[in-house]
């Protein structure tokens, strides 16, 4: 039998809230309410309720409607769950997967053909539903494919939802089905491993970039110095964000300037998110680019990445240098180090790489000896 409780509202009307519930052995397993205006409305809804739980199958019905979550719905717990543990990257292509139609399906319904079908549809280049329709782009939705590579990351982060998302929601999520489809992806070249860049600047690029760079912070002194950046990328070899974590603080420079170390924060770590801090050793000209910046900010390079990524991109566009990325700039240190002789643990003392097989990668090497002696620009950092 259902019950109805009247509470006053604020506005001092009378509201009536009517509610549903059924036990077995002594454990919930279905409970309803709602409000309404009036007790004629209140009980009239508790007569419908239960009038269509009233046969077993109708009750087992509801409680399976009960129970289902959408994939989407599962995958917000999950990030949810892991608040700031979730990486960028990992946090952005998880809330891409909700705005797809795919991800409206009862998460346990889901089979190995549908995923298939759903990184075929990814790979293709079918677009998620925009964040906000009424301001999108004339050719939004247009296929814009995407590489095994990338179609590889959706479906690994995906796993890793159903894998550890099931006591989040009471749920036996189909882990089993994605990794099925997975290996027939690979198998069909749906998914795969991304292609080692092996793109370097020239000294001409370089030399263009420096120029545009110095230009438009002169012009501009609240800028941010993309100059400085560019000789940080190449000279200490780090990822893009972590120059950006870089604190004053954490810098031991010794008597003698190859003794100096800095600490990395949060380095990269296919595992461990946070806390990953890792000191390394600062070569003389790694350590005459931190020095060179003025200290304004407990960070030595106190801007965000976003803002290095895009004033990159205008600047190589601007100067038609195409197929440039940021992150080659490190490709180019890391290199460089092997160019001038360095042993694989020298470079990765400086590097903060843990195995040679990751480090491996970076050794593209083109010639011997410092190709950067003798650079006009090393005048901006006292060399």
Not at 172 to 191: F, K, N
Not at 357 to 368: C, F, I, P, V
Request: hydrophobic share 40%; charged share 25%; with cysteine.
């Amino acid at each position: 039998m259902g019950t109805i409780r009247s509470h006053l509202r604020r506005d001092g009307t009378t509201g009536y809230t009517a509610q549903v519930r059924r036990k077995k052995k002594g454990k919930t397993i279905f409970n309803r309410t709602a409000t309404f205006n009036t007790r004629k409305e209140a009980a009239g809804w508790i007569r419908f309720v239960e009038a269509h739980i009233k046969a077993p199958e109708q009750l087992e019905a509801l409680l399976q409607k009960q129970a289902s979550k959408s994939l989407a719905e599962v995958i917000r717990l999950y990030t949810d769950s892991l608040g700031e543990n979730v990486g960028r990257s990992k946090l952005q292509c998880l809330s891409t997967l909700t705005r797809f139609d795919f991800a409206d399906n009862d998460v346990t319904s889901l089979t190995a053909a549908q995923f298939v079908e759903f990184a075929k549809a990814l790979a293709k280049g079918v677009q998620p539903n925009p964040l906000d329709p009424e301001k999108i782009e004339k050719n939004y939705y247009a296929l814009k494919p995407r590489s095994p590579a990338t179609v590889s990351a959706y479906m690994s982060y995906l796993g890793v939802v159903l894998k550890f998302a099931g006591p989040l929601v009471d749920l036996e999520l189909p882990e089993a089905e994605l990794i099925r489809a997975r290996e027939a992806c690979a198998h069909y070249g749906i998914i795969g491993a991304s292609n080692e860049r092996k793109r370097r600047p020239t000294l001409e690029e370089l030399n263009k970039l420096m120029a545009y760079f110095v230009a438009y912070s002169e012009a501009d002194p609240r800028a941010v110095p993309m100059h400085m950046l560019v000789l940080a990328a190449i000279f200490l070899t780090y990822r893009q964000a972590e120059h950006t974590r870089l604190l004053w603080e954490d810098i031991r420079q010794a008597v003698e300037d190859s003794d100096a170390t800095i600490r990395i924060r949060d380095l990269k770590h296919p595992r461990k998110k946070k806390g990953n801090d890792v000191d390394v050793r600062l070569r003389p000209e790694g350590l005459a680019v931190v020095c060179a910046m003025p200290q304004v900010n407990e960070r030595v390079f106190p801007y965000h990445p976003d803002t290095i990524s895009r004033r990159w991109t205008e600047a190589c566009k601007v100067l038609g240098i195409e197929d440039l990325h940021f992150h080659d700039l490190r490709h180019e240190g890391i290199s460089r180090l092997f160019e001038m002789g360095l042993g694989i643990p020298e470079v990765a003392s400086q590097t903060g790489h843990k195995s040679w097989a990751t480090l491996q990668r970076y050794a593209q090497l083109k010639k011997t000896g410092d190709k950067y002696q003798g650079w006009p620009w090393l005048k901006l950092i006292g060399l």
